[in-house]
């Protein structure tokens, strides 16, 4: 009897980040203009969002920080798959927050999913990008799952 060896990979994959702050409006979401890339093995990622091409399973992660001089009652971190909110990450009360979330969500081969978030301070404030302390800090990453 023959061995087939059968290899599967956790592809399409992207992984990118904000390369400088950007400024978040008061109380609307707001699409993160990502402008990075450090991963995008099969180029399904552009214009601020990822379309896998090949259906299945992905596992898609967002994390983000807000930089605030004051108290917000809120500020969210959310995934949109075709332009609609699908998963957030809501907590407030804090003058700085670190927002993260990882969703599983199935995609069809022309779905997309982008990275959003809100706030509500009352004014502008930025979320931060390139290398605060060394390390990009608003990033959106995901990859196909093995099933």
Known sequence: MAITKVTRHNTP???CHLSGNQSIGDNSWTKVTIDSEDLDSDGK???NKFT????GWYLITVFCRFDSGNDMTACIVGIYKNGSLISKNTEGSIEVQSKLLSQLV???ADDYVEMY???NTGGSIDINGGSYEAQDVAFFQ???LIT
């Open 52 to 55: 896998p091409t090949i259906a």
């Open 45 to 47: 990622f552009a214009s």
């Open 142 to 144: 995901g990859h196909k």
């Open 117 to 119: 978030v809100k706030q």
């Open 13 to 15: 994959a992207f992984s």
């Open 106 to 108: 199935y995609l069809d």
